[in-house]
C-alpha cells in the first residue's frame, strides 16, 4: 500500500516468488483491509476537532444555501443581497417603531402601584432618575405625578386600576386645552412601560413641562365661572 495523494490504494493482490502466479485479494476483503488501514491514529493526528469539523460543516451548509438562493434570485448574488439588506431595513424600521415584543397584553396594565404616594413624590423620583440618565424610569415617575397632581387638585377623582390613557382622557375633558398633550404623555408613558421603547431626554422635558403648564392651567368649569363674575363685576 502507498499513499497518493492524501489516500491510500489498497493493492488487491499479493506477488509470490519467482514464476508463482499472484496470490488475488478478493474485493471485500481489500476493502476491509484498506478500511482497518485507514482507521489507523497515525492517519488522523492532523484531523480537526469536533468543533472545528461542526464549524466546518455549518459554513458549507451556509455556503450551498447561498448558492441555490443566488441562483433563483434575478441578479444572481448582488440581487440577493440588495433583497436581504431591504429585509435587514424593514425589520429594523419596525423594531424602533414597535419596540420589543411583549411576551403578554399588557395595555390595560394600571398606572399606579399599589404604595400611594404624592405627586411631590413622585416628581423627586421622576428628578432623581432623570439626573442619572434613566429617562425611561423618569417619564414613568413623571406622568404619575401629573395625574396624582390632577387628583390632589380635584381635578380627576382618586380611582384606583385608572390607566394613563383614562387618566389623559377624563383630564382632557377638564383641561380642553391641554388635552392634545395628555394623551401625548399618555402614549409615552404606554410605549416606554408597555411597548419596550426606550425613552429619551426630549420626551422627559415634554412631560416635565406639562406637568408645569398644568400647574398654572384652571379647569374649563372654573374658568367660566371666575370670567362670569369678573363680567358682572364690571
Do not use: C
Not at 497518493?4 to 499479493?14: E, I, R, S, W, Y
Amino acid at each position: 500500500m502507498s499513499p497518493t495523494g492524501g489516500v491510500l490504494n489498497v493493492v488487491p493482490a499479493l506477488w509470490r516468488s519467482g514464476d508463482e502466479p499472484p496470490v488475488t485479494i478478493p474485493r471485500d476483503p481489500a476493502r476491509e483491509a484498506a478500511r482497518r488501514e485507514l482507521a489507523k491514529r497515525m492517519y488522523h493526528e492532523n484531523d480537526p476537532g469536533l468543533p472545528q469539523r461542526a464549524l466546518n460543516a455549518f459554513w458549507d451548509w451556509v455556503e450551498r444555501l447561498f448558492t441555490a438562493a443566488s441562483t433563483a434570485t434575478p441578479g444572481g448574488t448582488l440581487g440577493l443581497v440588495v433583497i436581504v439588506l431591504a429585509v435587514l431595513a424593514v425589520l429594523g424600521a419596525l423594531w424602533w417603531r414597535l419596540g420589543t415584543p411583549q411576551r403578554t397584553p399588557t395595555a390595560s396594565a394600571t398606572l399606579f402601584d399599589d404604595r400611594p404616594r404624592s405627586a411631590a413624590e413622585h416628581r423627586a423620583a421622576a428628578e432623581a432618575h432623570a439626573a442619572q440618565g434613566h429617562w425611561s424610569q423618569a417619564v414613568q415617575e413623571r406622568m404619575r405625578a401629573i395625574v396624582r397632581s390632577l387628583e390632589e387638585r380635584a381635578l380627576l377623582d382618586v380611582r384606583p386600576g385608572r390607566t394613563a390613557d383614562e387618566a389623559a382622557s377624563e383630564a382632557g375633558r377638564t383641561l380642553p386645552g391641554q388635552a392634545d398633550r395628555l394623551r401625548a404623555a399618555a402614549r409615552d408613558f404606554d410605549d416606554v412601560t408597555y411597548g419596550g421603547r426606550a425613552a429619551g431626554e426630549g420626551t422627559y422635558g415634554r412631560l416635565a413641562d406639562l406637568d408645569a403648564d398644568l400647574e398654572r392651567t384652571r379647569p374649563a368649569l372654573a374658568a367660566t365661572a371666575l370670567d362670569a363674575r369678573q363680567g358682572a363685576a364690571g
